[in-house]
């Protein structure tokens, strides 16, 4: 789990009651400082291995001056919900603390969730579109692109039909995203839209609906810190 470290005086009273709830026993300072010491070094054995150990790079700084605003937002990964505090410059994404007055991740981020915002500013993610040409891309305009796309989608709903262009949408779109993607279908004239989970949450609702007599938790995971 990531946990933010900061100057700043955080309390640690319910992380521990949560952990102490989950294992049944009070995790005091000296047996949590005793048990992170094995576990970095564990962590220091393996990165020295073979293989493992690789330059650090730089971190992005942020360009620009603007107001930096914290938004709270919620982690789009799974169905826990967790709480992720955005930081905001000129609009900008620039950096991410978990929601420490969440009830869900009491301030901590799986590495998922550490990495969210990694889907809309990676330096891996896709920035401008690519077209293969003779076996290479090579880099277009985004004018071009749109262009070239809805051209061709039009003509294949001449030919065959608005039913013949199946939409692929994902289970880990927001809100708004999901929204927009389902409207462009209808709009487009076809209800043949879908996402990954009618294959793998399908027969999660089967099983769990027949066991329970509801098609996914009963209960919230703030019932299992406390009981």
């Not at 098609?215 to 810190?225: E, L, P, R, V, W």
Request: hydrophobic share 40%; net charge positive; charged share 20%.
């Amino acid at each position: 789990m990531l946990i933010k470290t900061s100057a700043t005086v955080v309390s640690g009273k319910r992380l521990s009651k949560a952990v102490a709830g989950l294992t049944g026993a009070t995790v005091d300072r000296r047996a949590f400082l005793r048990a992170s010491g094995l576990a970095a070094g564990g962590a220091a054995v393996a990165a020295s291995l073979p293989g493992t150990v690789r330059k650090a790079d730089a971190a992005a700084v942020a360009t620009g001056a603007g107001e930096i605003k914290q938004v709270k937002a919620i982690c789009t990964h799974c169905s826990v919900g967790c709480t992720v505090v955005a930081e905001v410059q000129n609009g900008v994404w620039i950096g991410q603390e978990p929601g420490f007055d969440s009830p869900l991740n009491l301030g901590s981020h799986c590495a998922k969730g550490a990495a969210i915002r990694e889907h809309a500013h990676g330096d891996r993610r896709l920035r401008y579109p690519m077209k293969l040409v003779n076996g290479k891309y090579e880099r277009i305009s985004w004018d071009q692109a749109i262009q070239e796309v809805g051209d061709r989608l039009l003509k294949i709903r001449e030919t065959s039909g608005p039913d013949s262009v199946f939409w692929l949408g994902s289970a880990k779109h927001s809100n708004e995203q999901s929204y927009l993607i389902r409207k462009f279908a209808a709009f487009w004239g076809t209800n043949n839209i879908e996402h990954q989970a009618r294959i793998c949450h399908s027969t999660t609702v089967a099983g769990v609906a027949n066991v329970w007599g509801y098609g996914a938790m009963t209960n919230s995971y703030n019932d299992i810190q406390k009981s």
